[in-house]
């Protein structure tokens, strides 16, 4: 069974950093494709970045492009979200999130962590 699990969420002041973490378990992962969700309060829910687990290739959302960097870590079965430059806009709840390849949708997520970036 697929677990994921996110961590490193806060609070922080406009124009910080925050690394936040997904640990993956429950089987190989080589081929997935991880992403990285976000939804504030009374909005849906909308993409932020994805980061294939073989390769490390990327793509981001337009609104996070230069600010946002996610990375893996295959050893440790964790895909990170580090977010620099961070902006009030940025408040929400972050999701990691897992698919097979990149022609199914995320059958796993996790359960979020909670962004806050104070003005």
């Known amino acids: 069974q697929v677990q994921l699990v996110e961590s490193g969420g806060g609070l922080v002041q406009a124009g910080g950093s925050l690394r936040l973490a997904c640990a993956a378990s429950?089987?190989?992962?080589?081929?997935?494709?991880m992403g990285w969700f976000r939804q504030a309060p009374g909005k849906e829910r909308e993409f932020v970045a994805t980061?294939?687990?073989?390769?490390?290739?990327?793509t981001y959302a337009d609104s996070v492009k230069d600010r946002f960097t996610a990375s893996r870590d295959n050893a440790k079965n964790t895909v990170y979200l580090q977010m620099n430059s961070l902006e009030p806009a940025d408040t929400a709840v972050y999701y990691c999130?897992?698919?097979?390849?990149?022609?199914?949708?995320?059958?796993?997520w996790g359960q979020g962590t909670q962004v806050t970036v104070s003005s």
């Open positions: 980061i294939m687990w073989s390769g490390g290739s990327t």
């Open positions: 999130a897992a698919r097979r390849n990149v022609l199914e949708r995320f059958d796993y």
């Open positions: 429950g089987r190989t992962f080589s081929n997935y494709q």
